[in-house]
C-alpha cells in the first residue's frame, strides 16, 4: 500500500511553455501534498505544501505565480510550471501523508528539461 | 536551525560491512526523523523512521540510533550488500507541520 504516482515521467518543453505535473496518492486519501525539487546530485528541497480545498503554502525564495498548485480532491495534487525557462529544468517530486499521519510517501518523479 | 547536517557525503563500504552514515539537528522542535533511500531517477523510499521519545529502532538490516541530547541520530545497514548502493537522505519533520526538511545526502557504495 501506499503508492503515489505522477504524471508525466518525463517531459520536454520549449521555453516560455507551461507544464503540468500530476501527482495522485492512488490507495490512501492525503490531506496534504507536498512538492519538492532536486538539482543533480543535490539534496531535495521542499517547495510548497499543498493543502486539499485551500490554498498552498510555498517556501520562501519559490514564486507563487510560477509555480502554480492545485490540490482539488484528496487524492491529486498537479503542480504547473507557467512560461517555462532552462533553469527551470530540474526533478520535481511530489510526497503524500495519509491523513492524519506522519509519514510521507514519495512519488517516483518528473524530470522537466526545458529547452 | 532548520538545517539537518548529514555526513560523510560519500562513503565506500565492502560487503557485508556496515555502513553508518550520522545527521544532526538543531531544532527541538522536530519529532519525526526518517530515513530515505533514493535510486537514480527515482523518488526516495521509505526505509525507517523514529521519533525522539524512542533511543533505537530496527527493521531488518536498517537500524536508527536517536540521541536526543546530542541531537543526533544516525543509520546503521549491517552485512551491506551491493544493491544497498544508492543515495541515503536523513530528515527531520517539524511538529504538527508535516513538512521534511531533509539532510544533504549521503552517496553509498557497497563493493562486491
Known amino acids: 500500500g501506499a503508492v503515489v504516482s505522477q504524471h508525466p515521467s518525463r517531459v520536454i518543453c520549449k521555453s516560455g511553455t507551461s507544464v503540468k505535473i500530476e501527482c495522485r496518492s492512488l490507495d490512501f486519501q492525503a490531506t496534504t501534498m507536498f512538492w519538492y525539487r532536486q538539482f543533480p546530485k543535490q539534496s531535495l528541497m521542499l517547495m510548497a505544501t499543498s493543502n486539499e480545498g485551500s490554498k498552498a503554502t510555498y517556501e520562501q525564495g519559490v514564486e507563487k505565480d510560477k509555480f502554480l498548485i492545485n490540490h482539488a480532491s484528496l487524492t491529486l495534487s498537479t503542480l504547473t510550471v507557467t512560461s517555462a525557462h532552462p533553469e527551470d529544468s530540474s526533478f520535481y517530486i511530489c510526497s503524500a501523508s495519509p491523513t492524519g499521519k506522519d509519514t510521507q510517501y514519495f512519488g517516483p518523479g518528473t524530470r522537466l528539461t526545458v529547452l | 536551525q532548520q538545517q539537518v547536517k548529514q555526513s560523510p557525503q560519500s562513503l565506500i563500504v565492502q560487503k557485508g560491512g556496515i555502513s553508518i552514515i550520522n545527521c544532526a539537528y538543531e531544532?527541538?522542535?522536530?519529532?519525526?526523523f526518517p530515513w530515505y533511500q533514493q535510486f537514480p531517477g527515482k523518488g526516495p523510499a521509505l526505509l525507517i523512521a523514529i521519533r525522539p521519545d524512542v533511543s533505537e529502532k530496527k527493521e531488518g538490516r536498517f537500524t536508527i540510533s536517536f540521541n536526543k541530547s546530542a541531537k543526533q541520530f544516525s543509520l546503521h545497514i549491517m552485512d551491506s550488500q551491493p544493491g544497498d548502493s544508492a543515495t541515503y537522505f536523513c530528515a527531520a519533520s517539524i511538529l504538527n507541520t508535516g513538512k521534511l526538511i531533509f539532510g544533504q545526502g549521503t552517496t553509498l557504495q557497497v563493493k562486491p
Open positions: 531544532n527541538t522542535a522536530f519529532d519525526y
